[in-house]
């Protein structure tokens, strides 16, 4: 099912949450909505679940106006943070709860809920574990519980609210891959806020980044990481090194970098910050090509594979963070306070000025 979002705006008394969002999820997509706290992720969701009302715009699934719909007409499956699953009953019961309160003439048979139940407890692979009670389950396996859950009324479109926010980092990631793996076999509409930057790009097939109530972005998790549309966007993403520079003569010079200007090219005089992701920069024993800039290694790091290498640049500007592969690391040999030469590889340029 497509949802369609166009002008919804929503003020809780003086804030507003929520500024003129318009955006278009597709059939069977998997869309991450990213931002700080407070950036207004929950509300939209919730404005598309019917758990809130907008002031203004309309919401619609199909292409046909759903605004006024009463949630429980919508046909959409929850999964929450906090797993929310009824301590009292099984995990079977939990999982066959929703289709127990069905109206009489939709309610499935006894065997066919049987059916359907342990159907979906193999599918999150929790099979043995029917007879437990929550409280006899792991964090990661009361989540499985509560996707079943939702899954088990066959609903149009999944939301997920901060999923795995409650877990710790390896079952986080493990359920990260797994909800990916779900969805390329059931291929629902489904929408999972997050505010972790990482999760999103691992596991969306497109990324809505918002801030302030506003969508700042809307593209693939290479689309938003390597063409940020604005310096929130890029900084938001990932670490960033910024090169403060100037448009003279219709280009930036950024550093010792030539780069093309951005956007409105009549500008004749401005200042520019050129954007550069930690692994974007090459680090040189002897200097090769114009654009270098020359800096002393003030601190290594090695974090699994990468190796995260501090730079004090000579000409006084910020440090810059760069990482480079072990391999790398091993080739130049690096050593705390020598001098070596850095070439960002690739820069982004936005004015100075953007807010
Ligand atoms: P988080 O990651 O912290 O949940 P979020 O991006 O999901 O943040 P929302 O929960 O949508 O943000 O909230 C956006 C803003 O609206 C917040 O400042 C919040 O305090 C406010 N807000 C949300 N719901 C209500 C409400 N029912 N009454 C008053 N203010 C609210």
Redo the contacts with the bound molecule.
């Keep these: 099912m497509s949802i369609t979002v166009t002008n919804v705006s929503k003020q809780?008394?003086k804030?507003q949450?929520?500024k003129d969002v318009n955006l278009e999820i597709n059939s069977g997509e998997l869309l991450a909505?990213l931002?700080?706290?407070?950036?207004?992720?929950?509300?939209?969701?919730?404005i598309i679940a019917g758990l809130?009302t907008a002031d203004t715009g309309n919401i619609l699934f199909n292409g046909e106006d759903i605004t006024e719909r009463h949630v429980r007409k919508r046909q959409v499956g929850f999964v929450f943070q906090h797993y929310a699953l009824f301590r009292h009953m099984t995990v079977f019961e939990n999982i066959a709860f929703g289709l127990r309160v069905k109206p009489r003439s939709q309610r499935p048979t006894n065997a066919q809920i049987t059916d359907r139940v342990m159907h979906l407890l193999q599918m999150v692979q929790l099979e043995g574990l029917a007879q437990r009670h929550p409280s006899q389950l792991s964090g990661g396996q009361r989540q499985r519980v509560a996707l079943a859950r939702a899954l088990a009324v066959e609903p149009q479109m999944l939301l997920l609210?901060?999923p795995f926010g409650a877990l710790d980092a390896r079952v986080r990631q493990e359920l990260r891959q797994w909800l990916r793996h779900l969805h390329d076999e059931l291929h629902i509409t489904s929408i999972f806020?997050t505010?972790d930057q990482e999760e999103a790009l691992e596991v969306a097939d497109r990324i809505v980044v918002?801030n302030h109530?506003q969508i700042e972005q809307i593209g693939t998790p290479e689309e938003v990481y390597d063409t940020p549309a604005n310096p929130f966007v890029f900084n938001f993403l990932g670490s960033v090194n910024l090169f403060h520079g100037r448009v003279t003569g219709g280009e930036a010079h950024v550093g010792a970098m030539n780069v093309a200007i951005p956007g409105d090219a009549t500008v004749k005089d401005a200042n520019v910050v050129g954007y550069t992701r930690p692994h974007e920069l090459e680090i040189q024993r002897h200097r090769n090509g114009s654009a270098t800039i020359e800096a002393v290694v003030k601190h290594i790091t090695a974090v699994g594979p990468i190796v995260r290498v501090g730079l004090d640049p000579s000409d006084g500007a910020e440090t810059i963070a760069a990482e480079i592969t072990r391999e790398k690391y091993r080739e130049l040999n690096l050593q705390v306070g020598e001098s070596v030469h850095v070439k960002p590889k690739r820069v982004q340029v936005f004015w100075d000025d953007y807010s």
């Design positions: 809780f008394g804030f949450a929520l909505l931002g700080p706290s407070g950036s207004g992720k929950t509300t939209l969701l919730r809130e609210d901060e806020v505010h918002m109530g």
